[in-house]
């Protein structure tokens, strides 16, 4: 939900996610990406523009806090150390809600709500972000079977221009 927009932007899609810092985020439909992280580089391919962007994480990169982020949230694992958390136990399992406690996660969000179902599954999220847009994915169909490694590496296809927006 942007707030400069009348409609919310939906889109479909499928998240992987292997502690403690590889993740893989693939968004179908008219305008297609994939965000992929190994830890040590994150790579978001635009597939319809034949475009790639290659970002190198740690060493003081600008997106360190943005990745921290969103592996706090996926992992929940120690997850009080990096955010202020208020939990309440609903009908169906428990309502989470994360504040962020550093300046640099700040800025990349205000707030996370996470629903969990009773069996420990995050049903849903919704992140408000430091201008008022919110991003809400809601989660199905998830599993807990083991992750190929490849899943978290990316080779930009033949003919894909590849750009370092950060210049490192």
Not at 38 to 65: C, H, M, Q, T, V
Not at 101 to 117: P, S, Y
Not at 134 to 139: E, G, N, S
């Amino acid at each position: 939900m942007i707030r400069l927009m009348k409609n919310p932007i939906l889109s479909s899609g499928t998240v992987s996610f292997q502690p403690p810092n590889k993740f893989q985020r693939e968004v179908k439909g008219s305008s297609p990406s994939v965000t992929v992280s190994d830890g040590r580089e994150l790579w978001i391919y635009y597939p319809n523009f034949k475009s790639a962007e290659r970002y190198p994480l740690g060493k003081g990169s600008p997106l360190d806090a943005t990745v921290a982020a969103i592996n706090s949230a996926l992992n929940l694992e120690n997850v009080e150390t990096s955010f202020d958390v208020t939990a309440a136990k609903t009908e169906n399992g428990n309502e989470l809600q994360l504040l962020p406690r550093t300046a640099a996660m700040k800025r990349v969000f205000q707030k996370l709500d996470l629903r969990i179902n009773s069996e420990f599954r995050v049903e849903r999220t919704d992140m408000l972000l430091p201008n008022g847009d919110r991003i809400v994915t809601t989660y199905s169909n998830q599993t807990r079977a083991p992750i190929s490694p490849s899943t978290f590496e990316f080779k930009p296809p033949a003919g894909t221009e590849v750009t370092t927006p950060l210049g490192q």
